[in-house]
């Protein structure tokens, strides 16, 4: 008899801990939910409305001094019998005093994007991925004839390849 009751007394116990752990974690998860949530909602330490509008407006910076040189539209017909064609539009970032300098030389950089556009293999102008790289190179080739300085940067408007 001593047995079995030292054997239900050692019983009890564990299941009383057991339920009291799994009450506990529990209430921990449900607890950390909440807390998530009243932080992530901003309910709690979220700045005042005010604060973030002041502060963002602070942060933005003065857009840069840029002015934009369109490039005529130019029409490549590529592909060995000829039976494919490139239509590409551009424009280039300059500084606003260099504009009229770089419109200028407008012929000189459309015989340079010409010849570029014209030696550049056919499987290329297909891969999506390589405009990167082909505007890249025209960049470089407009900056050679620019001079160093005048042209910043060459934004493409249209690559349509037909």
């Given at each position: 008899m ?18 009291g ?17 009243a ?32 490039i ?7 592909g ?9 539009r551009?424009?280039l ?9 770089v ?11 010409n010849g ?10 297909e891969?999506p991925a ?7 190179h025209?960049?470089r ?6 001079g160093?300085g005048h ?12």
């Amino acid at each position: 008899m001593t047995n079995e009751t030292n054997e239900t007394a050692e019983e009890t116990p564990k299941k009383k801990g057991k339920l009291g752990l799994i009450i506990g974690v529990v209430l921990a998860l449900i607890a950390g939910g909440g807390a998530f949530f009243a932080v992530y909602s901003g309910m709690l330490l979220a700045p005042k409305a005010h604060e973030a509008a002041s502060s963002e407006h602070e942060k933005t910076a003065p857009l840069p001094n840029i002015s934009f040189v369109p490039i005529e539209p130019i029409i490549v017909t590529v592909g060995r019998a000829g039976s494919k064609q490139l239509r590409f539009r551009a424009e280039l970032e300059v500084a606003p005093e260099r504009a009229d300098d770089v419109a200028h030389l407008m012929p000189r950089i459309l015989d340079v994007l010409n010849g570029y556009l014209r030696a550049v293999d056919l499987s290329e102008l297909e891969n999506p991925a390589s405009l990167i790289k082909i505007r890249a190179h025209m960049l470089r080739r407009i900056q050679i004839v620019t001079g160093t300085g005048h042209v910043r940067d060459l934004l493409i408007t249209e690559f349509v390849f037909s």
